[in-house]
């Protein structure tokens, strides 16, 4: 099955956020770079650049919100309606007469199916990192707090820079059961086993904290040495939240290596194993007649176990 993402279809939805890319910055002192900027407990900087670069799918650019102070970013284009999928199905059933009246059967069924979607480029950061006045992508001139995520739209038409998750079912299904007559008489049993079987890998990009604030503070990358390393020189590279990043080129100071955001990113891919077994059995069948009609009963047990492992890990991508 082909993808459908949000951009094939022509409705109004409301897909809006105010932690964009460039974000928003709280000040933690005057900057003499933008004197009249916003300062105060829990005001908000747009991203100088917030608008530039910034646009959502009808071409619109979408600077800033509630006064000027949030630089948004419009994650819809990101998303899948419908996911691209493949799927296998297959079903197998048998049956043999033990004896006139007994029959045994067996099914079998397995399903397997993959499906890839789109989700937003990276969700919001909701830690507020304090940013130093010293990295070199910070246009304020102070140490600023951030608000933000930590990949956007980069420049691109809005859904192009998107993360691709992915999860993956194989499903099975194994009956086995015996019915026929109970002793040559008019009652009827049944006897059945019954075990499935979901083996579910789920995995969606996402950034890790600890390495962001690594690189945040310029000691960012995988071969950096966070213990004897300088920040921004060598093998240990800065992380640029601010606009200044979108302009800026391989060998600038401002620039964000596609190996520092390989760095930061993970799948973590979670595996989740779901068992359930099932036992039953049951008579039934005519113990007297009535005025009314012939009276009739059932009886049955049934005994259901059910076991889900989760086994989450993390891996780089």
Do not use: K
Not at 1 to 13: G, H, N, Q
Not at 147 to 174: C, E, I, K, M, W
Not at 269 to 295: C, H, K, Q, W
Not at 297 to 313: S, W
């Amino acid at each position: 099955v082909d993808e459908l993402r949000t951009t094939d279809r022509d409705f109004d939805y409301q897909t809006i956020s105010s932690f964009g890319n460039p974000g928003s910055f709280l000040l933690t002192a005057p900057s003499p770079n933008f004197p009249n900027a916003a300062l105060g407990a829990g005001v908000f900087n747009a991203d100088p650049v917030c608008g530039d670069h910034t646009i959502n799918p009808q071409g619109v650019p979408l600077p800033q919100a509630n006064g000027g102070t949030l630089c948004l970013f419009d994650f819809g284009p990101n998303y899948s309606l419908v996911p691209e999928s493949e799927s296998f199905q297959g079903y197998v059933v048998a049956d043999r007469n033990l004896t006139e009246d007994d029959v045994l059967s067996f099914e079998f069924g397995y399903t397997a199916a993959d499906f890839t979607g789109g989700y937003s480029t990276s969700f919001p950061n909701l830690a507020f990192p304090i940013i130093s006045d010293t990295h070199p992508g910070n246009p304020w001139g102070v140490p600023v707090a951030w608000r933000g995520r930590v990949l956007g739209d980069n420049g691109l038409t809005p859904g192009d820079n998107r993360a691709l998750g992915f999860f993956s079912d194989d499903v099975y299904r194994a009956v086995l059961s015996l019915d026929g007559d109970l002793l040559n008489t008019n009652w009827t049993y049944g006897l059945s086993a019954t075990f499935s079987r979901d083996d579910r890998e789920q995995a969606v990009p996402d950034q890790i904290g600890q390495r962001l604030d690594l690189a945040l503070a310029g000691l960012g990358g995988p071969d950096c040495n966070v213990i004897t390393g300088t920040p921004g020189v060598g093998d240990c590279m800065y992380y640029n939240p601010f606009g200044t990043a979108i302009t800026a080129s391989p060998g600038d100071a401002a620039y964000n290596d596609p190996a520092l955001i390989e760095y930061l990113t993970a799948r973590d891919p979670n595996r989740i194993r779901s068992d359930l077994t099932t036992y039953e059995a049951f008579v039934t069948g005519d113990i007297m007649e009535l005025p009314a009609g012939t009276l009739s009963a059932a009886f049955g047990y049934q005994n259901r176990r059910e076991v889900r492992d989760t086994d989450a890990r993390n891996s780089q991508n």
